[in-house]
T-cell receptor
């Protein structure tokens, strides 16, 4: 099956810093999504991005489907950005999540 | 417009028992997906229901079963509970039956099997 690898596994940053999270996948996919899971477990959809670049406020994402990777950019980090960031790919009738990047923003 | 809700919030069961988890989808959504998230892992897809029919299934044994009702709410049933079933169970709703369109997740049910 498709493998999804996220890096780095953990990231600790000072408030105001920028960060780049990466998601690699092993085969062609129909779609890719980025999610944020807050410290209370709530999972929020950030981007639905099979290809190209999207921006939403301080967050942006780029997927290069031909090279099988996606990047999530977080600028001017805030403490509320803390949590785990997951990418998920879907192909046919399956969706596969990566193990996530745990981000901790220090005040 | 109400969001996705799940009940109960927490649940403790013993090995061999059966459990039913419930999910109410967001208003206007007709598709519900269920996921199992073990501690420190990403969610794993269990199955999806669209208009009361199963619309896809992950690698889970038949003792994991589900239902979707005419109002698009859903249940996840797990029989013969095992210790490894301890996890956070998430449901997500979406609209349109496209396998994995933009999904809105509930807060989850944390199941502990002793």
């Amino acid at each position: 099956g498709i493998q999804v690898e996220q890096s780095p596994p953990d990231l600790i940053l000072q408030e105001g810093a920028n960060s780049t999270l990466r998601c690699n996948f092993s085969d062609s996919v129909n779609n890719l999504q980025w999610f944020h899971q807050n410290p209370w477990g709530q999972l929020i959809n950030l981007f639905y991005i099979p290809s190209g670049t999207k921006q939403n406020g301080r967050l942006s994402a780029t997927t290069v489907a031909t090279e099988r990777y996606s990047l999530l950019y977080i600028s001017s980090s805030q403490t509320t950005d803390s949590g785990v960031y997951f990418c998920a790919v879907n192909r046919d009738d399956k969706i596969i999540f990566g193990k996530g990047t745990r981000l901790h923003i220090l005040p | 417009e109400t969001g996705v809700t799940q009940s109960p919030t927490h649940l403790i069961k013993t090995r061999g028992q059966q459990v039913t988890l419930r999910c109410s989808s967001q208003s206007g959504h007709n598709t519900v997906s269920w996921y199992q998230q073990a501690l420190g892992q990403g969610p794993q897809f269990i199955f999806q229901y669209y208009r009361e029919e199963e619309n896809g299934r992950g690698n889970f044994p038949p003792r994991f079963s589900g239902l979707q009702f005419p109002n698009y709410s859903s249940e996840l049933n797990v029989n013969a509970l095992e210790l490894d079933d301890s996890a956070l169970y998430l449901c997500a709703s979406s609209f349109g039956g496209g396998r994995f369109d933009t999904q809105y997740f509930g807060p989850g049910t944390r199941l502990t099997v002793l």
